[in-house]
Nanobody, 124 residues
Framework: VQLQASGGGLVQPGGSLRLSCAASGIIFSIKDMAWYRQAPGNQRELVATITSGGSTSYADSVKGRFTISRDNARNTVYLQMNSLKPEDAAVYYC???????????????????WGQGTQVTVSS
């Protein structure tokens, strides 16, 4: 069971990117899903969250520019990032609480997982 993030890259200021993060394995349910980011020399910070029911919340710095969404059928969370600024540059990490079946055939309830990170660079 793992989270696999993708979609990062180089974009000019004002541009857009869409990040994806898919959970793989025998997944029974996913509770909260979130995106964090960490720029060099900074602590990891919460960017956006989405509950299993679809309620969302955002860091003040990204409100109105970023949109988090999820596709429960695909066990995937997305982050649409518009009007990107140089200060948005960071490694973006997805995070989720998964209930799944492990390799020993046990059901593991709401264990927290991190994706591997995807680099977002905003530069002209």
């Amino acid at each position: 069971v793992q989270l696999q993030a993708s979609g990062g890259g180089l974009v000019q200021p004002g541009g857009s990117l869409r990040l994806s993060c898919a959970a793989s394995g025998i997944i029974f349910s996913i509770k909260d899903m979130a995106w964090y980011r960490q720029a060099p020399g900074n602590q990891r910070e919460l960017v956006a969250t989405i509950t299993s029911g679809g309620s969302t919340s955002y860091a003040d710095s990204v409100k109105g520019r970023f949109t988090i969404s999820r596709d429960n059928a695909r066990n995937t969370v997305y982050l649409q990032m518009n009007s990107l600024k140089p200060e948005d540059a960071a490694v973006y990490y997805c995070n989720a609480d998964l209930t799944y079946r492990d390799i020993h055939n046990r059901v593991i309830n709401q264990r927290n997982f991190w994706g591997q990170g995807t680099q977002v660079t905003v530069s002209s």
